[in-house]
């Protein structure tokens, strides 16, 4: 599919296209202590220009290595070894598609998604799709919350149960270390996980999954009972989050870009260029994840110690996986990374609520009051769980928020799908005949795989994952 049929202009097409209502403008401020002032991208076409787009794909792949992206991968690998890897295909191809709709949307209107819903819709709807949205994301910041406390528990013995507490605080200490620039931090975090996910992939020369396995994994779909169902939904939801859509909408009127139709096709085809690069990065270390994860905890050589690890495996017992790398470090350099993985997830999901709020509702608050307000809902259930469920019941916990947002998927699928579709708003720019029936086959995908799961989960079958499997499929 090609970045033209993504945009598909035309010679008459206008400017950037609104219609009535009140709107806010890309240069307005939504956010406090980021940098409000446009890049502005030079009016003439040259790959060059590239450079000035990279930025709002990268910062939305965030949360697909979140800390919900390495619970459900480490969980699959151990359970399902690699039969699952095709969900992790398809659900990149899924996201690259849809996150570059997002991105053409406010590209060409000049209006993120929530702003749209907000015009176009009663407000009875506006209203339930903004709870939908607020859910989504809590639910994005439960495994924000446990991976936090995972990793707080590996660095300093701190109890699961206290580290939730303390996750509490992780909003004033990211508002004091973005006084140095949300750009700086965000470049350390990233810095951090990119060397969690060089670990992964060097442990994959020492794991050393079968390479024809892997493939078969990656491209023949297959899905054996509720158990393998519940995970592929979690997978679905850790990587296609609905959160991102209205943060990739918005995320790109920080660029601004030339009014005229060779600017906007420009723009259109680099934030699909920009996705693509940053989803590959995020595709590579999840199959990492969960091809490590496979390979060790189906080898027929495992101790019983690290059998035991893959029979419960969760964030605090995926270090072990890293030993042949790290030795002795694996732990801690793990703790490092996962804590890192969990506060850039935060960023994310405070832009997010701050542009969901503000497009649904007309209303801003201060980006701490948000985190802080965002936090407390997701402490809650983390914090029950981690009393009454230890570290197992928590990392089921992350397991159940990703099937939450699989779930919430089509509530922000469908209102992008409409609007991106419709002529009235983005003109020429419309979408395909080809590329709304692709999105709509995977929107239909992603309903169907959790309508199975719902049908298939009777009473004989719930229970919590599937036991451990050592023979992979």
Not at 198 to 206: N, T
Not at 420 to 440: D, E, I, L, Q, R
Request: with cysteine.
């Amino acid at each position: 599919m090609s970045a033209e049929e993504m945009a598909a202009p035309s010679a008459q097409q206008p400017q950037f296209m609104t219609s009535g209502g009140s709107r806010t403008y890309p240069n307005e401020s939504l956010i406090e202590n980021i940098e409000v002032d446009q890049i502005v991208v030079p009016d003439k076409t040259s790959w060059k220009n590239l450079f000035a787009y990279m930025g709002p794909g990268f910062l939305v792949s965030i949360a697909y290595i979140d800390p919900g992206n390495f619970q459900t991968d480490l969980q699959s690998g151990a359970q399902y070894k690699y039969g699952l890897l095709w969900i992790i295909l398809l659900a990149s191809f899924a996201a690259l598609i849809i996150q570059s709709l997002a991105a053409n949307l406010g590209v060409v209107t000049g209006k993120h998604l929530a702003e749209h819903c907000r015009q176009e819709y009663p407000k009875i709807p506006n209203f339930i799709l903004w709870i939908l949205a607020e859910i989504a994301i809590v639910a994005c910041d439960i495994p924000e919350v446990i991976g936090t406390a995972f990793a707080l528990d590996m660095l300093f013995g701190v109890p699961l149960w206290i580290g939730v507490l303390i996750t509490g605080l992780s909003t004033m200490v990211l508002l004091l270390l973005q006084q140095y620039g949300v750009r700086k931090l965000e470049i350390l975090i990233a810095f951090l996980v990119f060397t969690i996910a060089g670990c992964f992939l060097a442990e994959l020369k020492y794991a050393k999954p079968n390479s024809s396995e892997v493939l078969r994994g990656l491209f023949i779909p297959q899905l054996k009972g509720s158990g393998a169902t519940k995970l592929a939904i979690s997978l679905l939801g850790a990587m296609v989050m609905p959160h991102n859509l209205f943060l990739h909408s918005a995320l790109v009127l920080s660029r601004k870009i030339p009014r005229s139709v060779n600017g906007i096709k420009e723009a259109c085809r680099f934030y699909l260029i920009e996705s693509g690069l940053a989803l590959m990065v995020a595709f590579l270390i999840n199959i990492s994840v969960i091809s490590v994860s496979g390979a060790v905890c189906n080898s027929p050589n495992l101790n019983s110690d690290d059998l035991q690890s893959c029979q419960n495996l969760d964030l605090n017992e995926a270090s072990f996986l890293l030993k042949h790398v790290l030795g002795s470090w694996s732990s801690k350099l793990f703790a490092i990374a996962l804590l890192a993985s969990g506060q850039s997830s935060t960023i994310t999901g405070t832009y997010a609520g701050q542009y969901v709020m503000q497009g649904f509702l007309d209303l801003r608050l201060k980006p701490w009051i948000r985190n802080f307000l965002t936090r407390c809902l997701a402490i809650v259930p983390s914090l029950i769980v981690a009393i009454i469920g230890g570290s197992t019941g928590a990392g089921n916990l992350i397991i159940i928020a990703s099937m939450i947002l699989s779930f919430e998927l089509p509530f922000a699928l469908i209102p992008l799908l409409k609007f991106t579709s419709s002529k009235t708003k983005m003109g020429s720019y419309a979408n395909t005949v080809a590329v709304s029936t692709t999105t709509w086959i995977i929107g239909s995908l992603i309903m169907g795989i959790n309508v199975y799961y719902l049908a298939d989960n009777h009473p004989e079958k719930q229970g919590g994952l599937p036991p451990y499997r050592s023979n992979g499929f």
